[in-house]
T-cell receptor, first 114, second 112 residues
């Protein structure tokens, strides 16, 4: 398994602001990059995902920007809301001998203040 | 609620005891994953099943850990002779043919 490095570890944003979380990877064999949102006491839930042949994907207030040459991708949350306060994980999919598994970053704890 | 259920939700045990967790995936999902998540970290892959076959195991899965999926539906993860370092959230995820893994709420284990 190869590492996925995520930053920042924590983030405080005012309501209505833009939250930006960054991830970087080394293994060029990764072929799918999802972002998961996790609330306390819950399992991670898929938020948005991108393949490396696309540079940007937008779903509502959430956008992934992907830079294949730099091996970096980021999550932008526009018009951040207090309900977005959660831990966000980037992940990268790697292929095993018989299927796929995900390699997660360490997470970013986002707090959106009113 | 993703439709993946895990039981129990919480387990407190003494060091040296054996524990078993159960995961019920989304119906008809033939792929099932176990992950471990420690405080302040992302989930770490442990093992993967396709139907009843265990096709992949992480180096994190020591000999004290065993996972089964006997009928290709629910799965169990057993930890023998628990150690304090086993304290973590154990997450189960399932997938059908698509890319998305759907996670359950996890079982939080505390080893005293």
């Amino acid at each position: 398994q190869q590492q996925v490095k995520q930053s920042p570890q924590s983030l405080i944003v005012q309501k209505g602001g833009i939250s930006i979380i960054n991830c970087a990877y080394e293994n060029t064999a990764f072929d799918y990059f999802p972002w998961y949102q996790q609330f306390p006491g819950k399992g991670p839930a898929l938020l948005i995902a991108i393949r490396p042949d696309v540079s940007e994907k937008k779903e509502g207030r959430f956008t992934i920007s992907f830079n294949k040459s730099a091996k970096q991708f980021s999550l932008h949350i526009m018009d951040s809301q207090p309900g977005d306060s959660a831990t966000y994980f980037c992940a990268a999919r790697w292929t095993t001998n018989s299927g796929y598994a995900l390699n997660f970053g360490k997470g970013t704890s986002l707090l959106v203040t009113p | 609620d993703t439709g993946v259920s895990q039981n129990p939700r919480h387990k407190i045990t003494k060091r040296g005891q054996n524990v078993t967790f159960r995961c019920d995936p989304i119906s008809e999902h033939n792929r099932l994953y176990w992950y471990r998540q420690t405080l302040g970290q992302g989930p770490e892959f442990l093992t993967y099943f396709q139907n009843e076959a265990q096709l992949e195991k992480s180096r994190l899965l020591s000999d004290r850990f065993s996972a089964e999926r006997p009928k290709g539906s629910f799965s169990t993860l057993e930890i023998q002779r628990t150690e304090q370092g086993d304290s973590a959230m154990y997450l189960c995820a399932s997938r059908l043919l698509g890319e998305t893994q759907y996670f359950g709420p996890g079982t939080r284990l505390l080893v005293l």
